[in-house]
């Protein structure tokens, strides 16, 4: 299922429909780093409310993707990670780190967090 | 009293087979199916929410260690009991390569396929019971079982 990528400002928004494959997530990925220059987005919010499990691949793909994007010139947040996804992603030992340019929003409901650099 | 006891092996054995849910594993999409389908089994179970997500991750990572070592196996489904609680096994079988060090597989960090090496030290702190058989060349069949808490 392609995940639906909306321009707000200098914002890009892809709202996870519902679960993804493995192939869905490296298209995903695809998309915005092309998108993001396209766009001359400053921002990406990823939000992922939808998704009912993130497991090792997929929090890998959106670390790699949130890499990738910095390296194109924006920084990318991730939004509406269920409590239970969380608890879960904690157990399997994965993180979202804050070291590759990846971070989890504070509030889900944010559509113009302040983004640096 | 030999009735009754028929009866309720009959039940059981009924409601084995009905329980018993097998999803081939060939490809990323077959690793969703297999999720939703533990997901499924898990919340007619009374499983808490939590719970339920912990053995779909489990579920998730098993079914796409299949796909990436082996190509094609199964994932097989099931209700089980222990003395006063419901849970979940979930056997994930393939005939692939194998494991030729499972002490190693088990091992924070490990990993011969350049991901996180997370898989199966991972999966074992999702549910409550974690067992493997591997034999090298000839597959690898991991079960582990999830109780209602």
């Known amino acids: 299922m392609e995940v639906p990528i909306l321009k707000q400002g200098e914002i890009l928004i892809a709202t996870v429909q519902a679960a993804l494959t493995d192939s869905d997530l490296l298209q995903l990925r695809c998309a915005l780093v092309e998108k993001v220059a396209q766009a001359r987005a400053r921002g990406i919010i990823i939000d992922v409310t939808a998704m009912d499990v993130m497991d090792s691949f997929a929090s890998r793909t959106m670390r790699e993707m949130a890499h990738m994007i910095r390296l194109r010139g924006a920084e990318t947040v991730i939004v509406g990670i269920q409590p239970d996804v969380a608890f879960a992603m904690v157990q399997l030992g994965l993180s979202m780190g804050g070291h590759d340019g990846c971070r989890p929003g504070r509030r889900s409901g944010v559509l113009t967090p302040k983004f640096t650099g | ?149």
Do not use: C
Not at chain 2, 132 to 146: L, M, Q
């Open chain 2, 1 to 149: 009293m030999i009735l009754v006891g028929n009866a309720v092996v009959e039940r059981n054995l009924a409601a084995g087979v009905e329980n018993e849910i097998h999803v081939p594993i060939a490809s990323d999409q077959d690793v969703v199916v297999a999720r939703h389908k533990g997901r499924a089994l898990a919340t007619e179970l009374g499983f808490s929410g939590r719970d339920t997500t912990l053995l779909a991750t489990a579920i998730s990572e098993l079914a796409r260690n299949i796909v990436s070592y082996a190509g094609r196996g199964e994932i097989v489904l099931r209700t089980t009991h222990n003395s006063d609680r419901p849970g979940v096994m979930v056997v994930a079988r393939d005939k692939g390569p194998g494991i030729a060090s499972i002490e190693q597989a088990l091992r924070e960090g490990y990993s011969t396929s350049g991901s996180l090496g997370l898989g199966l030290p991972g999966v074992r702190r999702l549910v409550d019971e974690f067992e493997i058989v591997s034999e090298f060349g000839e597959g690898t069949t991991v079960t582990v079982r999830k109780w209602k808490g």
